[in-house]
């Protein structure tokens, strides 16, 4: 995208912001429905409906998924997607359906990273999913990840392989899951009885609502029922590429941007420029796509041909996954680490130290050293403050570890290692002096 397109997105994005800044949460989920629906392009979440339409008309179906409340997360503005002068067009080549909450979402054919607050998936008129869009590695930062020009060319990809459906359905079939736990997000136990299948507009439709990270949670919260630790795939869910060395274009459907050393894609054999077309036979469309086949890869042993683009050749290569390769990703950017982080670490978040304030303490680069940001201060976030750690304390040691470099390790060894009653010794550094606390697991 040209910089004066970006300037634009931007001063979009901030006239929008003013403009709903004074608005409840309550406000923006009825206004949203009111502009949406009088403005008659997207059809506002009846989604037997678009299925219909798209049945009807022969046109491919985008569904997209956004969670209105969560303003903070959005990615991509949904004024500026209407508005862009090269998806728009591309738009009107399907039959467009919005969601905005997970209340009834069916959970056998809306399978995706519940940490997004922006999803979209393309469908066929009979369900056979195109590929999906939406992805998030950080908080705050989503350039990387995501954009307006990434967004078009999957839609381009959808529509040509609607165009060619008949000779592509079969591999299409792994885009569609395994039969989930529960039908639809209040059947979890965790949702079950304080949600409807549906949202309250007669009532306070805000708080009806299922957030996609609700799903994530609930998800959790019943394997952790069943079992003392959560299943590896559980806790390390969609891995982001970055996670095997991949570093994609997010203005591309599946570029290789960079290629980082010593991973399993540098030993595979992806360079830079690659356009990899398909990953264990499936066709990609986006970098969420790449994370769904990574998603569903076994977490040990894995073998995922990948059909490459290199120039005017076209080569296959092989992407082998060693035991381990999950933990590489980063999941304490999720939201749903919040609930981790009160399990784990009593409410504490904590943030690597950059190099320059290693130094001026004397910490080696490569020693473990974690930042308190925030301490949870209301129960039941409030154990480590209980324990008596405070803000900018740099945790050193974990239950005895100091190769704990990311909370992330943090999160998953004393998610895997502790249970409900285990008290765990931490050291600190506070005020340049070392203190040993204990923190109870809760």
């Given at each position: 995208?040209?910089?004066?397109?970006?300037?634009?997105?931007?001063?979009?994005?901030?006239?929008?912001?003013?403009?709903?800044?004074?608005?409840?949460?309550?406000?923006?989920?009825?206004?949203?429905?009111?502009?949406?629906?009088?403005?008659?392009?997207?059809?506002?979440?009846?989604?037997?409906?678009?299925?219909?339409?798209?049945?009807?008309?022969?046109?491919p179906l985008l569904v997209l998924l956004r969670c209105i409340p969560c303003e903070e997360c959005v990615k991509l503005d949904d004024d500026i997607i209407d508005q862009h002068p090269r998806v728009r067009p591309l738009l009107d080549k399907?039959?467009?359906?919005?969601?905005?909450?997970?209340?009834?979402?069916?959970?056998?054919?809306?399978?995706?990273?519940?940490?997004?607050?922006?999803?979209?998936?393309?469908?066929?008129?009979?369900?056979?999913?195109?590929?999906?869009?939406?992805?998030?590695?950080?908080?705050?930062?989503?350039?990387?990840?995501?954009?307006?020009?990434?967004?078009?060319?999957?839609?381009?990809?959808?529509?040509?392989?609607?165009?060619?459906?008949?000779?592509?359905?079969?591999?299409?079939?792994?885009?569609?899951?395994?039969?989930?736990?529960?039908?639809?997000?209040?059947?979890?136990?965790?949702?079950?009885?304080?949600?409807?299948?549906?949202?309250?507009?007669?009532?306070?439709?805000?708080?009806?609502?299922?957030?996609?990270?609700?799903?994530?949670?609930?998800?959790?919260?019943?394997?952790?029922?069943?079992?003392?630790?959560?299943?590896?795939?559980?806790?390390?869910?969609?891995?982001?590429?970055?996670?095997?060395?991949?570093?994609?274009?997010?203005?591309?459907?599946?570029?290789?941007?960079?290629?980082?050393?010593?991973?399993?894609?540098?030993?595979?054999?992806?360079?830079?420029?690659?356009?990899?077309?398909?990953?264990?036979?499936?066709?990609?469309?986006?970098?969420?796509?790449?994370?769904?086949?990574?998603?569903?890869?076994?977490?040990?042993?894995?073998?995922?041909?990948?059909?490459?683009?290199?120039?005017?050749?076209?080569?296959?290569?092989?992407?082998?996954?060693?035991?381990?390769?999950?933990?590489?990703?980063?999941?304490?950017?999720?939201?749903?680490?919040?609930?981790?982080?009160?399990?784990?670490?009593?409410?504490?978040?904590?943030?690597?130290?950059?190099?320059?304030?290693?130094?001026?303490?004397?910490?080696?680069?490569?020693?473990?050293?974690?930042?308190?940001?925030?301490?949870?201060?209301?129960?039941?976030?409030?154990?480590?403050?209980?324990?008596?750690?405070?803000?900018?304390?740099?945790?050193?040691?974990?239950?005895?570890?100091?190769?704990?470099?990311?909370?992330?390790?943090?999160?998953?060894?004393?998610?895997?290692?502790?249970?409900?009653?285990?008290?765990?010794?931490?050291?600190?550094?506070?005020?340049?002096?070392?203190?040993?606390?204990?923190?109870?697991?809760?």
């Open positions: 995208m040209t910089r004066y397109c970006w300037l634009l997105c931007l001063l979009s994005v901030l006239l929008t912001a003013q403009s709903v800044s004074a608005q409840s949460r309550e406000d923006k989920v009825r206004n949203d429905r009111k502009k949406v629906e009088a403005e008659g392009f997207w059809i506002y979440g009846d989604l037997a409906k678009g299925f219909e339409q798209a049945k009807q008309t022969g046109k399907f039959v467009c359906v919005r969601i905005v909450s997970t209340n009834g979402l069916d959970l056998s054919l809306f399978q995706y990273d519940t940490d997004q607050s922006f999803a979209a998936f393309m469908f066929n008129a009979d369900r056979t999913i195109y590929g999906r869009f939406g992805t998030r590695s950080d908080r705050t930062e989503w350039a990387g990840d995501v954009s307006v020009e990434g967004f078009g060319r999957a839609l381009e990809g959808a529509l040509d392989l609607h165009r060619r459906f008949a000779d592509v359905k079969a591999s299409l079939a792994a885009k569609t899951g395994p039969t989930p736990e529960f039908k639809a997000p209040e059947k979890y136990p965790q949702l079950a009885g304080k949600y409807g299948s549906t949202l309250d507009y007669s009532g306070n439709v805000a708080r009806s609502c299922i957030h996609c990270h609700q799903i994530g949670d609930a998800q959790r919260e019943y394997h952790l029922s069943k079992s003392r630790v959560l299943p590896e795939n559980i806790l390390f869910q969609y891995p982001h590429p970055k996670a095997v060395g991949l570093i994609l274009d997010p203005e591309q459907r599946a570029v290789v941007k960079e290629v980082t050393e010593n991973t399993a894609a540098a030993a595979a054999g992806f360079k830079s420029g690659d356009v990899i077309e398909s990953l264990a036979g499936q066709p990609l469309l986006s970098i969420a796509d790449v994370q769904w086949v990574l998603h569903h890869a076994a977490s040990a042993g894995a073998s995922l041909p990948a059909m490459v683009r290199r120039g005017k050749t076209t080569q296959t290569l092989t992407l082998k996954l060693d035991a381990g390769w999950r933990r590489k990703d980063d999941i304490a950017w999720r939201a749903s680490s919040w609930q981790l982080r009160r399990k784990a670490m009593g409410g504490l978040f904590a943030k690597n130290m950059p190099d320059e304030e290693r130094a001026k303490l004397k910490l080696q680069p490569d020693a473990m050293a974690l930042r308190i940001q925030h301490v949870g201060q209301y129960a039941p976030h409030d154990v480590a403050k209980r324990a008596g750690f405070l803000k900018d304390d740099i945790i050193v040691s974990f239950d005895g570890r100091t190769d704990l470099l990311r909370e992330t390790d943090v999160l998953a060894w004393s998610l895997e290692k502790h249970q409900t009653g285990d008290k765990v010794e931490v050291q600190i550094l506070r005020n340049g002096e070392r203190k040993t606390l204990t923190l109870p697991i809760p």
